[in-house]
């Protein structure tokens, strides 16, 4: 598809007692799309099939038209930024260790080295102190923080984000999504999210993609989900969702 930067074709997935797909579904440039659906239906394992830390069974996943396999899943790697659950550092390195891994594990010089980290300090607003410090010595929001700069170190062309603020608690949460908004708007850059959460969806998305049991139940803005509302599984996710939608404003200003 025109101006897709990563597309799934006709992909499958065996988990064991149940099946994911088959999945059609293109993600558009500087887009964020965000997938969203219960636990357990699909969302995560997609984001692995389409890093290739997990193969389709059949199918093809492409990223910028050139299908991810085992001989070119490296290069494709050094292209995406993957934000995990709970952010994933290192406990034995220093924030600032973790963030530059790649870059020295490719042979970037200290002065490239500094000065991406200063580029990444002042687009997540961290003060350059943390960077010495270890994760457990960090609060979440700062480890979020860190982790994101991580997968924005070597500039990737695509960010795939696995419910990156699903552990912290609300007030954090609430800053850490204005200021994930902020950056992604200052990046441009395609953004693939997991959520369960549909406030959340809401307030991120240009796309939002409702999954249940590895299946696409539907595709579209968050008004075509609202008007959907006659599906039942549909119906039902939205009235299951506790916390109001109307609680975060998107602002693109």
Same mark, same amino acid.
């Given at each position: 598809?025109?101006?897709?930067? @990563?597309?799934? $074709?006709?992909?499958?997935?065996?988990?064991? $007692?149940?099946?994911?797909?088959?999945i059609d579904i293109s993600f558009l440039q500087r887009q964020i799309t965000v997938l969203i659906g219960p636990s357990g239906c699909g969302k995560s394992t997609l984001l692995r099939l389409m890093t290739g830390l997990l193969w389709p069974d059949s199918g093809m996943?492409?990223?910028?038209?050139?299908?991810?396999?085992?001989?070119?899943?490296?290069?494709?790697?050094? $292209?995406?930024?993957?934000?995990?659950?709970?952010?994933g550092l290192f406990p034995h390195l220093r924030a600032g260790e973790?963030?530059?891994?790649?870059? *020295?594990? @490719?042979?970037?010089? $200290?002065? *490239?080295?500094?000065?991406? @980290?200063?580029?990444?300090l002042d687009l997540v607003k961290l003060n350059p102190d943390f960077?010495?410090?270890?994760?457990?010595?960090?609060?979440?929001?700062?480890?979020?923080r860190v982790s994101l700069m991580r997968a924005l170190m070597l500039d990737p062309e695509i960010l795939l984000l696995d419910?990156?603020?699903?552990?912290?608690?609300?007030?954090? *949460?609430?800053?850490?999504?204005?200021? @994930?908004?902020?950056?992604?708007h200052d990046l441009k850059k395609t953004v693939i999210m997991v959520?369960?959460?549909?406030?959340?969806?809401?307030?991120?998305?240009?796309?939002?993609?409702?999954?249940?049991?590895?299946?696409?139940v539907l595709s579209g803005t968050y008004g075509d989900l609202l008007e959907n509302h006659q599906d039942s599984f549909v119906?039902?996710?939205?009235?299951?969702?506790?916390?109001?939608?109307?609680?975060?404003?998107?602002?693109?200003?």
């Open positions: 598809m025109k101006n897709s930067m @990563l597309e799934l $074709k006709n992909v499958t997935r065996s988990l064991g $007692k149940w099946n994911l797909g088959p996943v492409t990223f910028v038209s050139k299908p991810i396999t085992l001989e070119t899943v490296q290069s494709i790697r050094l $292209k995406m930024g993957y934000v995990i659950q709970d952010g973790n963030v530059s891994i790649m870059a *020295r594990h @490719l042979g970037w010089d $200290k002065m *490239r080295i500094n000065q991406r @980290l200063n580029e990444l960077m010495g410090r270890y994760p457990a010595e960090l609060s979440g929001g700062q480890r979020q419910e990156p603020l699903g552990a912290l608690d609300p007030m954090i *949460r609430s800053d850490l999504q204005h200021e @994930l908004l902020r950056i992604f959520t369960h959460d549909l406030s959340e969806a809401a307030y991120f998305a240009d796309t939002i993609v409702l999954i249940a049991d590895g299946k696409i119906s039902r996710f939205i009235n299951a969702q506790r916390q109001p939608t109307e609680t975060l404003t998107r602002s693109t200003a």
